[in-house]
């Protein structure tokens, strides 16, 4: 399919999203919330692909929210008497931009966040919704909404505490200030930092590589029960756990890891 916001890349079982605008800065417009949806339900049901990279064109991950894009839309609802019905109408509008971000959540297979450049917004909402975040040196981070007299809705600060912790969360909404590579990196927003955007690509497209090489229904298992156990007692994580792990241990990509293991030999997986 031809998308206007993105631009889609596959091989060998690694799928990449390439976020292209068309505002500046691959800022994210009425297509985007859109598009992004429809990409991550595709790829959560084609078995090609076992992991999906997000990554942004021209230098910069995104500027988030594309204001004149969607002056248009957001326009509509603040005109007119502004009662239940056109808030209503508002309402469903945020409600669809999260349910776009929450796709590449629930979304079956990993996703790596690549970050260059600055990732604003909208764009550290779609970061908070992967599973794994890398960046390179001249990465910034802003959660802005603040500035602009917003509070963040589509998902940052749900996200983020999890991942950052309730205290640097708060910070950068209540500051709405930038924050660089180093300190993204000491607060645990990235797990590395790499010198170059083109070290960056390199070290994501590995990690990638590193996970489709693994049996792809324990890689989407893994995703599936840390997404199912959050918010959960660990008593109630191990219950889960325990039960997925009784239904779906037998297969015959786990004949294969102890096959290879025995042989000594790399296991060959198939998602079988």
């Not at 109408?89 to 600055?118: N, Y």
């Not at 001249?138 to 309730?166: C, H, N, T, W, Y």
């Not at 645990?188 to 590193?210: D, I, N, Q």
Request: net charge negative.
């Amino acid at each position: 399919m031809a998308f206007r916001s993105l631009r889609l890349e596959q091989d060998k079982g690694v799928a990449e999203v390439i976020l292209t605008g068309p505002g500046k800065g691959n800022a994210m417009g009425p297509d985007f919330w859109k598009e992004l949806p429809q990409v991550f339900e595709e790829f959560d049901r084609d078995p090609a692909v076992r992991v999906v990279i997000v990554r942004g064109d021209g230098g910069h991950f995104s500027y988030g929210l594309d204001l004149k894009a969607m002056m248009g839309e957001l326009g509509a609802h603040f005109a007119g008497d502004n009662l239940a019905a056109s808030r209503t109408r508002f309402l469903d509008l945020i409600l669809e931009m999260q349910r776009s971000v929450s796709r590449v959540a629930e979304c079956r297979k990993p996703v790596i966040a690549a970050v260059s450049g600055w990732c604003v917004g909208g764009g550290l909402d779609l970061i908070a919704a992967c599973d794994v975040r890398l960046c390179s040196s001249d990465a910034k981070f802003s959660l802005r909404e603040a500035r602009m007299a917003m509070v963040a809705d589509i998902g940052s600060l749900q996200r983020l505490p999890r991942i950052i912790g309730e205290g640097n969360t708060r910070e950068l909404a209540l500051t709405a200030k930038d924050i660089d590579a180093s300190r993204a990196s000491g607060m645990g927003l990235v797990s590395e930092v790499f010198e170059t955007p083109e070290k960056l690509l390199e070290g994501a497209r590995e990690m990638a590589g590193g996970i489709a090489a693994n049996p792809p229904l324990v890689v989407q298992g893994v995703k599936r029960v840390m997404n199912e156990c959050a918010g959960k007692s660990v008593e109630e994580g191990l219950r889960y756990v325990a039960v997925w792990n009784a239904a779906f241990l037998q297969s015959q990509d786990f004949g294969e890891a102890v096959a290879a293991f025995m042989e000594r030999r790399p296991p060959l997986f198939k998602g079988e």
